[in-house]
Antibody, heavy 122, light 110 residues
Framework: QVQLVESGGGVVQPGRSLRLSCAAS????????IHWVRQAPGKGLEWVAV????????NYADSVKGRFTMSRDNSKNTLYLQMNSLGVEDTAVYYC???????????????WGQGTLVTVSS | QSALTQPASVSGSPGQSITISCTGT?????????VSWYQQRPGKAPQLMIY???KRPSGVSDRFSGSKSGNTASLTISGLQAEDEAEYYC??????????FGGGTKLTVL
């Protein structure tokens, strides 16, 4: 079955960096785009970024553009979210989620991981 | 990049029907047939309930239905059950390779 497992969350000081990982299994991950979506405590979902199935294109929400970078290693079925210059406003559960469209993005996630909590605090 | 607008809360009694609205603009909902809806229970990941406006994934009850008119999408749940109590989020492609979510609607089953 499709599984996405995030890791790498934790407590980090403002201004520091953190890298999240998303391990994909149960499907051919190299055929699907992947989204990152975050949810601040007690708040709603916020789309963060997307990467194409082959890593050729990426796009980011304005709130993270220039600070966050998505990448993928299809040989390891793993996606990454490098987060730099973190601020308290980045505190959230971060979910990776598979785009439903495969090679041709459909722009909605169909399967989600369970999330990893990132807390930015001094 | 603006969030889509949803009511903060809705409620209904078991057996009743409720509708949750999701208002966007002609840059997102109004311009694409790519609205999806998610159910999220406390402490859990979101679950896809409706995609491409009105389609249901396998395994989702036919009590859930979706529609769109202009810049507004809607999720209707008929025959409300206690297990439907959750937070519901709409989502739409917003152009230029971006996605927008609604702020979420808390459904209470009375």
């Amino acid at each position: 079955q499709v599984q996405l497992v995030e890791s790498g969350g934790g407590v980090v000081q403002p201004g520091r960096s953190l890298r999240l990982s998303c391990a994909a299994s149960g499907f051919t991950s190299s055929s699907y785009g992947i989204h990152w979506v975050r949810q601040a405590p007690g708040k709603g979902l916020e789309w963060v970024a997307v990467i194409w199935y082959d890593g050729s294109n990426k796009n980011y929400a304005d709130s993270v553009k220039g600070r966050f970078t998505m990448s993928r290693d299809n040989s390891k079925n793993t996606l990454y979210l490098q987060m730099n210059s973190l601020g308290v406003e980045d505190t959230a559960v971060y979910y990776c989620a598979r785009d439903a469209g495969g090679f041709s993005s459909r722009w909605y996630p169909d399967y989600w991981g369970q999330g990893t909590l990132v807390t930015v605090s001094s | 990049q603006s969030a889509l607008t949803q009511p903060a809360s809705v409620s209904g009694s078991p057996g009743q029907s409720i509708t949750i609205s999701c208002t966007g603009t002609n840059s997102d909902i109004g311009n694409y047939n790519l609205v999806s809806w998610y159910q999220q229970r406390p402490g859990k990941a979101p679950q896809l309930m409706i995609y491409e406006g009105s389609k249901r994934p396998s395994g989702v009850s036919d009590r859930f239905s979706g529609s769109k008119s202009g810049n507004t999408a809607s999720l209707t749940i008929s025959g409300l059950q206690a297990e439907d109590e959750a937070e519901y989020y709409c989502c739409s492609y917003a152009g230029r390779s971006t996605v927008a979510f609604g702020g979420g609607t808390k459904l209470t089953v009375l």
